[in-house]
């Protein structure tokens, strides 16, 4: 049965024992593993998993790990951890080698000439649509997102389209209380000049910055996006008791995966 890790990083281990002498190494946020059935230490299941390029069994917490998303929510997720992971888990800057050589590959997806070291050029919103573009590889839908240079060109598509009712849209925009997040959906917020909805239905040329959802918790989301810490990084949402997207830290939008 397959599932994914549920935590930033699981140690898988020989045995149902938290000590140093069971750990075989470290499964990242939202590994894929194949679980093999139950131990005999309740709480724990017998796993295969691919860690150091091999597959390897062992065990894990079972609280650790969650079921699939659909299909196509899990593809865009395995893209946005790629670069996670292609960019050390947001230890990897932006103006570094390799690193400034991975942006300039989501800049030039979006047809501009650029890379880590323009610092002066945001390109946050070219890493989301990098990771959108190639999720798009398997789930055509994907394709119909408006790829831009700028997160509030995509936010304000997303709510025309959700207005027009616009069947083939990736993307959806919401009300922070319409909708309860889940993997594969976006959380959006405003930068330097505060933003609502309502401004981003009708204009799409303010300062913004999206994440893309990647776990979510009773209390909060992790979600990750580029040019975050100069990096592709983890950052984490708070939600209402309710389920919703909080209105905290800037975010005042949120975009429904409809693949």
Known sequence: MLMHVDAEALNLRSEPEI??????????????VDVLGQSETPGWVRVSAELDGRMQQGVVSRQFLRAPATDAREALIA?????????????????DDPFAGYVGEMWQAIGMSLDGRDRDVPWSAAAISFMVRNAGATFLQYRNFRFAAAHARYIHDAIVKRRADDAGAPFWGFRLHERRPELGDMVCRWRETERDFDDAAVSDTFKSHCDIIVRITADEVYAIGGNVG???SVTRYAKTPAGFLADSGNVFAHLVNRV
């Open 230 to 232: 100069h990096s592709v």
């Open 19 to 32: 000590s140093p002498d069971t750990r075989l190494g470290i499964l990242h946020l939202c590994q894929a």
């Open 79 to 95: 893209q946005t951890i790629r670069e996670w992971l292609r960019f050390e888990k947001g230890l990897g800057r932006e103006f």
